[in-house]
């Protein structure tokens, strides 16, 4: 498998880049978001997914492998080929992707071109323990998120609330603001118990 691609960068596009690596140029089909961190260096270097169909084979590439990884969690739940990752990908962050599926916001991928309510739902159900086993990191505030929410989470259960009664609380409160401090978030999900 192909892992990654350095080369010269022939051509950029919202949706593809072309990279001369000896002689060879390799098509790889981007998200917006690595065409938006792409610069016009003459040089660069993308990591790949192979994507192998009966009648293509076609390299995906992204900027990061946070990314890719995100790219093949997507690709592996039911109804999700490589196209409609690639359209989430390019509708929304790494970061969005994943708060959206930590707090179950269904809405939120739903408002991806071709995305459904159900197909939604059927990538947070699959997806949400493997986000949060692994913990991608989009961005530092993604770690300072999960860290806040388990330090919160921690804290209220020792005050003797369940942890299923107070977890709702605790995203919506993130959701809307997702750098507060652990202490302000404990008082905060506490006022609205």
Do not use: W
Not at 35 to 64: P, Q, R, V
Not at 158 to 179: H, R, T
């Amino acid at each position: 498998m192909i892992t990654h691609i350095q080369g010269k960068l022939v051509e950029k596009n919202p949706s593809f880049v072309i990279i001369d690596c000896n002689g060879i140029g390799y098509f790889l089909r981007i998200s917006l978001q690595t065409f938006s961190k792409l610069s016009n260096d003459e040089h660069c270097m993308l990591f790949t997914h192979l994507s192998i169909k009966e009648d293509a084979h076609t390299l995906y590439g992204f900027f990061d492998k946070d990314e890719r990884e995100l790219f093949r969690l997507l690709i592996s739940v039911s109804g999700v080929g490589p196209n409609t990752a690639q359209m989430i990908l390019s509708s929304l962050t790494p970061h969005e992707i994943q708060q959206a599926i930590l707090t179950e916001n269904v809405s939120v991928l739903q408002g991806v071109k071709g995305i459904g309510g159900k197909t939604a739902q059927r990538i947070i159900l699959d997806l949400k323990d493997k986000i949060a086993k692994i913990g991608i990191s989009a961005n530092s505030s993604s770690t300072l998120y999960n860290t806040t929410r388990e330090e919160a989470l921690s804290a209220l259960t020792m005050l003797g609330f369940s942890k299923n009664s107070i977890e709702k609380y605790i995203d919506k409160e993130l959701q809307q603001d997702g750098s507060v401090e652990v202490e302000e978030l404990v008082k905060r999900v506490l006022k609205k118990m």
